[in-house]
Nanobody, 122 residues
Framework: QVQLVESGGGLVQAGGSLRLSCAAS????????MGWFRQAPGMEREFVAA????????YYADSVKGRFTISRDNDENTVFLQMHSLKPEDTAVYYC???????????????WGQGTQVTVSS
């Protein structure tokens, strides 16, 4: 059983930056592809980014491409989401997820974190 704990959310002005972290425990971190999702009030949870187990390949939703970067540190069992040029429409609860492959983590993750709130003011 893998436990995921996100941190780093907060309030930021439009155009600003935040870095989210997700610490994993209870499993072999490097066995999993990792992803980030977000859910705004009244909206469905949506895919944001994913990274393969090795970190060699990354994937992004069109809405964040060029502004967000996903990375991972397998020695520290942590995945990151660096967010730049934030917009009010990026406001959401951000969730970390783990899955057996890049496709799996993007479509039906095995594990979820509890989420961290990101609020971007205009």
């Amino acid at each position: 059983q893998v436990q995921l704990v996100e941190s780093g959310g907060g309030l930021v002005q439009a155009g600003g930056s935040l870095r989210l972290s997700c610490a994993a425990s209870g499993g072999t971190f490097s066995n999993y592809a990792m992803g980030w999702f977000r859910q705004a009030p009244g909206m469905e949870r949506e895919f944001v980014a994913a990274i393969t187990w090795s970190g060699g390949n990354t994937y992004y939703a069109d809405s964040v491409k060029g502004r967000f970067t996903i990375s991972r540190d397998n020695d520290e069992n942590t995945v990151f989401l660096q967010m730049h040029s934030l917009k009010p429409e990026d406001t959401a609860v951000y969730y970390c997820a783990a899955g057996g492959s890049r496709v799996a983590v993007a479509t039906h993750p095995d594990y979820w974190g509890q989420g961290t709130q990101v609020t971007v003011s205009s």
